[in-house]
């Protein structure tokens, strides 16, 4: 098992909060890989991700709310689905730089563990979790606020065709056509989730999660567009 000496006073500093109980953010921290099969459902993140969801899904609706003062039902829930997704979750997750600091065995740190959106994603859940058991509401208010403002700031923007956009400004600025490749499947037949990735030569990938092949492959594309600047996504 990978017991790894973690810097919490570094990841305290780019989290921006201090834990008082640092035990909490080690939980976030851990997978379930790094601890034994009757201990997960405690020393893992597993519980933290379920209550950070939740906070994540509150403090957003909050300030969309807030945001969107003529918005109507449906479009406060797309919006918010935007922001809360697992897409966004990891890319936030990645921002903070929360993939060298989680816990897990050597064969699934082997893997890409560290890497994977979906790992980022609930790990970036279990960390909002983690301070709202700290530090309570207005602690991971704040948190949510700053680290998600910019998708929420996003989220009142017209959809676009994120492949499209993409496609043409790689064509328009002479680099290669876009290429995606599914990466990963997980999830029951009736319910899966496609990790897809898009590869421009010269440019790192990004990963995006999705329900099917298309959603995830939007996602990808819009991830790319946003990281680039390239939709003048405000970070």
Not at 139 to 165: C, H, L, M
Not at 182 to 187: A, C, D, I, Q, Y
Not at 207 to 234: D, V
């Amino acid at each position: 098992m990978v017991q790894r000496q973690d810097n919490f006073s570094e990841l305290e500093a780019v989290l921006q909060y201090r834990f008082a109980d640092r035990a909490i953010l080690k939980r976030a921290l851990t997978h379930t890989s790094a601890v034994s099969p009757g201990r997960r459902v405690r020393d893992s993140y597993q519980r933290l991700e379920f209550l950070g969801d939740r906070v994540l899904g509150l403090v957003a609706a909050d300030l969309l709310f807030k945001r969107l003062g003529d918005a109507k039902e449906g479009e406060l829930a797309r919006a918010l689905n935007s922001v809360v997704r697992k897409e966004t979750c990891a890319a936030v997750a990645a921002d903070l730089g929360l993939g060298p600091h989680i816990l897990m065995d050597k064969s699934e740190a082997r893997n890409g563990g560290r890497e994977k959106p979906s790992v980022l994603a609930d790990v970036c859940e279990a960390v909002i979790g983690a301070i709202y058991m700290d530090g309570g509401h207005e602690k991971s208010y704040d948190f949510v606020e700053r680290t998600f403002g910019s998708y929420i700031i996003a989220a009142d923007r017209p959809q676009v065709d994120a492949k499209t956009i993409l496609q043409e400004w790689a064509q328009g600025n002479g680099h290669d056509t876009p290429q995606y490749t599914e990466v990963n499947r997980t999830g029951p037949a009736h319910n899966p989730v496609f990790s897809i990735a898009v590869r421009i030569e010269g440019f790192e990938e990004i990963t995006a999660l999705g329900p099917s092949k298309k959603a995830a492959e939007q996602g990808a594309a819009e991830l790319f567009l946003k990281r680039e600047g390239i939709l003048g996504h405000e970070r």
